[in-house]
């Protein structure tokens, strides 16, 4: 069974951290490439970073600089490594595996 598990988010203050994991399952991790999306209060879902199977990362230029995707092939795992939080960045944030594999989100909330 195919599976993505984030986890990782809550609340945080302006200018603070947070560290998302997303844990996968049910497929040869190592070949594809992962990516974190975000949908912000009322907006569409939108790609916030990628990393390729060979550890080729990219990010968005609005969490440039802020931002960091990771993963490891032996633990299954991609993290997003999330710095300078603004309250714009508040919103649920997916993990997905290729094309068409989601996780359920998790929920960040950037507030003082």
């Known amino acids: 069974q195919v599976q993505l598990v984030e986890s990782g988010g809550g609340l945080v203050q302006p200018g603070g951290s947070l560290r998302l994991s997303c844990a996968a399952s049910?497929?040869?991790?190592?070949?594809?490439?992962m990516a974190w999306y975000r949908q912000l209060i009322g907006n569409q879902r939108e790609l916030v970073a990628e990393?390729?199977?060979?550890?080729?990362?990219s990010t968005v230029d609005d969490v440039k600089g802020r931002f960091t995707i990771s993963r490891d092939n032996a633990m299954n795992t991609v993290w997003l490594q999330m710095n300078r939080l603004k309250p714009e960045d508040t919103g649920v944030y997916f993990c997905?595996?290729?094309?068409?594999?989601w996780g359920r989100g998790t929920l960040v909330t950037v507030s003082s």
């Open positions: 997905k595996a290729g094309m068409s594999t």
């Open positions: 990393i390729t199977s060979g550890g080729r990362a």
């Open positions: 049910g497929f040869r991790f190592s070949s594809y490439t």
